[in-house]
């Protein structure tokens, strides 16, 4: 089955980096995006980006832009998420969600399916 | 706008019907996908496109979309179905937005 598997928990320091790990099965890697999505304690979930699977072309929000670097590597069907210059408010679970994409419609489709089983992250002197 | 926007909370009783609405610019253009979370869980799609289940996905849950509001409809819910519903899309330069999540409470 369609399945992503995340690397475990992990505590930082403030301004450290941490990266995450999101190994694919059971599809072919490169024919989706894998999206990646954060959720602080409490809150709702916030999109941190977009990285294509076949060619490695990301797309990031503003509010990331330059914090934050995507990844892909095909040979082992993972995908990663590096975040730098860590603070507290980046205390979150990171989710990442298989991308898919679908123009043929009405209008245009695109949804996460599977979504990884999440990886907390804490940022703490 | 890209900002969808959603109510807080909502309650139904059990085998009752209740509706979540999603509402942003984003969606003239783009479908919402609607996704379920259950405290400490990852979130799980139920809905996306016009009214597409996944498979695994119970057909009491069904979607739909006219102009900036899309819609997800529960109807008999089931005390399983309680758990925080966000509802996403993404916008012309493939940002995607989430709405702020509706707790759903079964009664």
């Known amino acids: 089955q369609v399945q992503l598997v995340q690397s475990g928990a992990e505590v930082k320091t403030p301004g450290a980096s941490v990266k995450v790990s999101c190994r694919a099965s059971?599809?072919?890697?490169?024919?989706?995006?894998i999206s990646w999505v954060r959720q602080a304690p409490g809150q709702g979930l916030e999109w941190m980006g977009w990285?294509?699977?076949?060619?490695?072309?990301?797309n990031y929000p503003q509010k990331l832009q330059g914090r934050v670097t995507m990844t892909t590597d095909t040979s082992t069907s993972t995908a990663y998420m590096e975040l730098r210059s860590l603070i507290a408010d980046d205390t979150a679970v990171y989710y990442c969600?298989?991308?898919?994409?679908?123009?043929?419609?009405?209008?245009?489709?695109?949804?996460?399916?599977?979504w990884g089983q999440g990886t907390l992250v804490t940022v703490s002197s | 706008s890209s900002e969808l926007t959603q109510d807080p909370a909502v309650s139904v009783a059990l085998g009752q019907t209740v509706r979540i609405t999603c509402q942003g610019d984003?969606?003239?253009?783009?479908?919402a996908s609607w996704y379920q979370q259950k405290p400490g869980q990852a979130p799980v799609l139920v809905i996306y496109?016009?009214?597409n289940r996944p498979s695994g996905i119970p057909d009491r849950f069904s979607g739909s979309a006219s102009g900036n509001t899309a819609s997800l409809t529960i109807t008999g819910a089931q005390a399983e179905d309680e758990g925080d519903y966000y509802c996403?899309?993404?916008?012309?330069?493939?940002?995607?937005?989430f709405g702020i999540g509706t707790k759903v409470t079964v009664l």
């Open positions: 969600a298989r991308d898919n994409y679908d123009s043929s419609g009405y209008l245009i489709k695109n949804w996460f399916d599977p």
């Open positions: 496109g016009q009214n």
């Open positions: 984003s969606l003239r253009s783009y479908y």
């Open positions: 059971g599809y072919t890697f490169s024919n989706y995006g």
């Open positions: 996403n899309s993404r916008d012309s330069s493939g940002h995607h937005h």
């Open positions: 990285i294509s699977a076949y060619n490695g072309n990301t």
